[in-house]
């Protein structure tokens, strides 16, 4: 079973950045698909950014241009860099794994809140 860890939540104001990490165990990460999601209070879980084994990066439409994903394979870790940040960014980020006929996998979820 693959373990993925966040970190890097927090509360920030307007136009502030947070970065956050996510850590998944397993020799096989330099495959993995990886991806960034966040959840707000009544609304479904939306892709935010995501990764795939041979670098290609998709963001959604409304990060583009303020958030920046970058993974590193010696460390089985993917980053998320966050500027500019909006009220409207706040949401508990997942970050998920996954691996064609391996599975997919999940973290705890980190908050963060943008608020004046």
């Known amino acids: 079973q693959v373990q993925i860890v966040e970190s890097g939540g927090g509360s920030v104001q307007p136009g502030g950045s947070l970065r956050l990490s996510c850590a998944a165990s397993g020799s096989l990460f330099r495959l993995y698909y990886m991806g960034w999601y966040r959840q707000a209070p009544g609304t479904q879980r939306e892709l935010v950014a995501g990764?795939?084994?041979?670098?290609?990066?998709n963001y959604a439409d409304s990060v583009k241009g303020r958030f920046t994903l970058s993974r590193d394979n010696a460390k089985n870790t993917v980053f998320l860099q966050m500027n500019s940040l909006k009220p409207e960014d706040t949401a508990v980020y997942y970050c998920n794994g996954r691996l064609t006929n391996q599975g997919s996998w999940w973290g705890q979820g980190t908050q963060v809140t943008v608020s004046s």
């Open positions: 990764i795939t084994s041979s670098g290609t990066i």
